[in-house]
Nanobody, 115 residues
Framework: VQLVESGGGLVQPGGSLRLSCAAS????????MSWYRQAPGKGRELVATITSGGDSTNYADSVKGRFTISRDNAKSTVYLQMNSLKPEDTAVYYC?????????RGQGTQVTVSS
């Protein structure tokens, strides 16, 4: 199982970024996917989750209305569109999945929101 995130970077407050997570080594279309984040000195936070078919999503209250999770099962990729970014969104963002009770996540991509 391999999860590879990309798309992070430095953005000004109010800006947008789109994160991608390319998955391999398992049947992507059968599993829910999630994005987590971890800010310096803080615990890991669940940001968003999408079902295997993409028909249902859930978001942390802190990102509702600003972030959108989506997936392309043909490309085995999950996305996180982040709009209206705030300094408090600064964190390392990880994609995550659970296969047969084991959790897998990628190496993460840094998102820094600063002027």
């Amino acid at each position: 199982v391999q999860l590879v995130e990309s798309g992070g970077g430095l953005v000004q407050p109010g800006g947008s970024l789109r994160l991608s997570c390319a998955a391999s080594g398992f049947t992507f279309s059968r599993y829910a996917m999630s994005w987590y984040r971890q800010a310096p000195g803080k615990g890991r936070e669940l940001v968003a989750t999408i079902t295997s078919g993409g028909d249902s999503t859930n978001y942390a209250d802190s990102v509702k209305g600003r972030f959108t999770i989506s997936r392309d099962n043909a490309k085995s990729t999950v996305y996180l569109q982040m709009n209206s970014l705030k300094p408090e969104d600064t964190a390392v963002y990880y994609c995550n999945t659970v296969l047969v009770y084991k959790t897998y996540r990628g190496q993460g991509t840094q998102v820094t929101v600063s002027s």
